[in-house]
């Protein structure tokens, strides 16, 4: 049943080793905010003056704007899809299961790319229009432009809203059928329970979900360029790429860093006295209701549309143009390099992540307080800043560690090591892990946050150590939350680019590096097949994760 | 699981015979060339792409940096290779003589490799034969011109040029003008200044001049083909100047290990052979002089370039990049 408690204090309290494990993950997540400390200490004379008279005003108010739509999008699509798949029994209900996690397959730069062409003037749909009303020519009759702040804030919120789904979604599932019965049984509806009961309960993962899209919002730089929407990251872009300005980039950086960490903190203590669990020695699955085929149909449908505007929509015009470069240039021979290594830098970044992530997770469980939870927060800050700002503060670190090594083996043994860590593809596997650590031990940490603690206690006093309780209690109980973060993190290592494009090392070519070189010319046809490529990949993971979300 | 990723990818040590080629510029643009230059001397050359952070890069690196040339695509971005100190000064006699001193820097620190010129596009029913950039700002214009960002490089450049031509207060004045006379946000690509003329949102555009050739080849598929046919190209120029130009371009690395082949691999590049695959490969305008442009470019009439110096234009990026906050082009 649910607890609201504080956080345990028996008397013997587990090791501080896990603390120590938790510092070292915080320290690795960290550095690179230190490298880019260094370079921001660098000063930038006469930066703030100018951003504060003419680009913070109208950024931060069109950055705020595209959060707080993409925000209210994501929640309202990512909830309500997830209670339709798990309150109501309807044909096509475990297909639309998976269905829904489909846009996550695809890159927010590749969505805002593929619609410019399918709503442009000269697309199908103005074609259709125009055809249907009776009109000519475009210069008679055309929609509004999907190069704003509405069309950005559209297109966000409609391939961003699986972060909220997913872990909607698995607290619904996993809320035990018995509260929902009891609700009923002292007569509230089916939509009061929804309101009342499941939302509630499933709030912390709604917020875990939201923040996940807003930090992809934040990091999101070829949508919002694509668009013509000036966000700060775009600022930051701005001042380090067109004045040359690192420096000054970095403070903007740092500035926004500072933000979003305030935020988390803010929401984190709105909710601080909250502690949800479950007792799952009573755990009954949620039963969901069936429903007349007439309702069944339309709530299908309704499922299906977030489908067709987040995926379905943006992969068919990928498919079609692939299919045209396919037929004009056949498939380049470099794609199955490129396929594999996709593949490798994104198992095994996703591999320690994943690892970190536990372990910092259950840290926090082990030793609840004030200490472990900033240690959580500092490594999951590397989610927060645009993905270039991280690589350029790994940058700044390994690079200055490679000539460190290099230099000691040419003096102690005479041979030059040369770049170890850059030539290696270690940086980028790195980066990749500063990058989603957050989403790892974020999606973990509320995985272990259903598990009751009288469950540990139950194991310690019958003489398990922390690291058994984890390995028999935890592991088998948090499965589902743990295979969710690893796709997650799987899927956004294979899309991720500004890292991989800036610290990858010779002649290794990833899709996304492949796609990003095509785009950065303007030549998408001849990336289209990378690109479909791309979400490919991600299809996969994303019925997996389906699957994993049904056995629980 | 970094030794795994170690294990499992090349390591960054480069053997004899190799030259190691950091760029900015697409791979698949120099491709055809690295594969000649191969083929011909027998040095591999490996490469990497990097978009942004070409310089943190190599600066990072250090003396440990197998970079032997550094690639990039605007002149800002080889002027900022310099200010790090990533690059060092080449003698090259066949360099020299071959790219005119406008397009390299005065001590040898970089060399313009191609050239693209800032154009005009224009409905094909346009009533339009010459055009000057000051005209963009004429309230006749008003709601009819696409643009990219103007934070781009392609435009800061050319905003930078207005500097050079009429100083920081006029071409404030003249921004305000153009962005008062936009037809819709100034985002997305060059091409999309054809597209846009081809679906009615606007009558002229600034974009780059290659595109036009990668879009009526085909290349790029048939729809360009439409894109490029829709519009009409005029190269503009300032009213006491000539056309604004940009160029791609190439340094040696300061700690480069392989100094030797890289210099000969940059006198590749400005051979006729190597111009020509330039002018064919990418539609970009040769360096060299005597080295013909491609037909579709050629057919824009005669290039006269601008004459202000692209070390002076680059000098004034930060400023056209502030010019284009103050007025709110972007936004």
Known sequence: MITSQAPARSAKRPGGVWLTIAGIIALIAILPIGGLILEASKGSAGLWGHLFATVLPVALLDTVILLAGVGVITAVVGTTTAWLVTAYDFPGRHALEWMLLLPLAVPTYIVAYAYLDILHPIGPVQDAVRWLLGYESPRQFRLPDVRSKAGCILLLGIVLYPYVYIPTRAMFLTQSGNLVDAARTLGTSRRAVFWRVALPLARPAVAVGISLALMETLNDIGAAEFLGVRTITVSIYTTWITRSDLSGASQIALALLLIVVAIVAVERWARRKQRYSIDVRRMRSFQPRRVSLGKGIMLFLGGLLPVILGFAAPALYLLIEAAKRYRFAGISSRIIDEAVNTLVIATLATTATVILGLLAAYATRLRPGQRSSWLLRCSTMGYAAPGTVVAIGVLIVLGGLDQLIDRAALSLFGVSTGLLLMGSGAAVIYALIVRFLAISAGSIEAGLSRISLSLDHASRSLGQSTAGTLRYVHLPLSKAAISAAALLVFVDCVKELPATLLLRPLNIETFATHLYGEAARGTYEEASIAALAIVLIGILPAMLLSRIGRIR | ?331
């Open chain 2, 1 to 331: 699981m970094l030794l795994a990723a170690s294990a499992l990818m090349s390591p960054g040590i480069a053997a004899a015979a190799e030259i190691n080629l950091y760029t900015t510029r697409e791979p698949a643009l120099i491709a055809p060339l690295l594969g000649a230059f191969s083929k011909s001397t027998g040095t591999k050359v490996n490469t990497i792409f990097l978009k942004d952070g070409l310089a943190e890069r190599v600066a990072s690196e250090g003396a440990s940096s197998p970079a032997d040339i550094l690639m990039a695509v605007d002149a800002g971005n080889l002027v900022d290779l310099v200010d790090k100190g990533v690059t060092q000064p080449v003698e090259s006699p066949v360099l020299n003589s071959a790219i005119a001193e406008q397009l390299r820097d005065a001590k040898g620190n970089w060399f313009a490799l191609s050239m693209r010129a800032r154009v005009l596009y224009a409905a094909k029913d346009a009533d339009i034969s010459t055009f000057n950039y000051e005209e963009l700002a004429d309230p006749k214009w008003k709601g009819k011109i696409c643009i990219r960002s103007g934070q781009h490089p392609y435009n800061t450049a050319l905003f930078a040029d207005y500097i050079a031509h009429y100083g920081a207060e006029e071409t404030e004045k003249w921004l305000t003008g153009v962005k008062a006379n936009l037809a819709r946000k100034a985002a997305g690509g060059d091409r999309d200044a054809a597209k846009d003329i081809l679906g009615g949102i606007c009558d002229i555009g600034i974009a780059n001049s290659y595109y036009v050739g990668l879009m009526r080849s085909g290349k790029g598929g048939e729809e360009q083909v439409k894109w490029g046919e829709a519009i009409k190209v005029i190269l503009p120029t300032f009213k006491n100047g000539g056309t604004q130009v940009n160029i791609s371009g190439a340094a040696i690395a300061k700690h480069s290990p392989n100094k030797a082949e890289a210099v000969k691999l940059l006198e590749y590049l400005v051979s006729d052979e190597a111009q020509k695959i330039y002018a064919e490969a990418n539609y970009e305008y040769p360096v060299k002089a005597g080295v013909a442009a491609d037909p579709i470019i050629a057919s824009f009439g005669e290039l006269k370039i601008d004459s202000k110096p692209l070390s002076e234009i680059v000098s004034h990026r930060k400023q056209a990049s502030e010019l284009v906050d103050k007025v709110g082009f972007d936004n």
